[in-house]
Every structure is written in C-alpha cells, then in structure tokens.
C-alpha cells in the first residue's frame, strides 16, 4: 500500500468515524427533547473523558508521549469544531459535538491500551 493510499484509508475511516458519532450518540441519548440528548451526549463524553484520564495516568510519562497527548488534544477538538459546523448554533450542534468528542476520546482510550 503506498502512502497516498495509507493516507486516503486514514482520512476515509476518520470521516466513517464521525459520521458514527453522530449517529451513535442518537442512538445513546434517546431523550424526549433535544435538550436531554445533549445533555447525556455530554455525559458520555465526560465519562470517556474521566476513562481517558485513568488510562493516561497509568502512563510513562515521556516527552514523546506528552507531546503527542498535546498535538492529540488540539486535533480533536479542532475535528469536532469543524465537524459542527454545519450545526453551528443549532439545536443539534452541542449533541453533535460532545458525540464526536466522545468517539474520537474512546479511539484515544484504545491506541493508548494497545500501546501499553
């Protein structure tokens, strides 16, 4: 596989990802108003959030690892910031965006496992 193939494989399963966010958080947060499913679409994320922390804890702490949670940090919240912008100041835009925030924590959760 070339690189220009890696890459494009990268990208697509990202964009597959997000797309998942979205729809998984639907699917989690069945409330009766939009207002109940943002408010447990947050309460996903923070969950992954506090998992994330625990896994990250138990971690070497090296300059190569810090740096990396840095660069991680930045790219997800810009991916999801960009990811809502379709919604931006719609009802939908804090469910679509804790969704996707929560994906993307919980793939973090896993490559950290693995690398461990």
Known sequence: MTLKHSNLALVGSVIAGLVTSVN???AACPGANQQEMNQCAEADYQKADAE???VYAKLDKTPELRA???AWIAYRDAECTYE???NRGG???PMIYSGCMATMTKQRIAVLKAGS
């Open 91 to 93: 009802s939908m835009e």
């Open 84 to 86: 809502t912008a379709d």
């Open 52 to 54: 994330l922390t625990k």
């Open 24 to 26: 998984l958080a639907c």
């Open 68 to 70: 990396a949670e840095r």
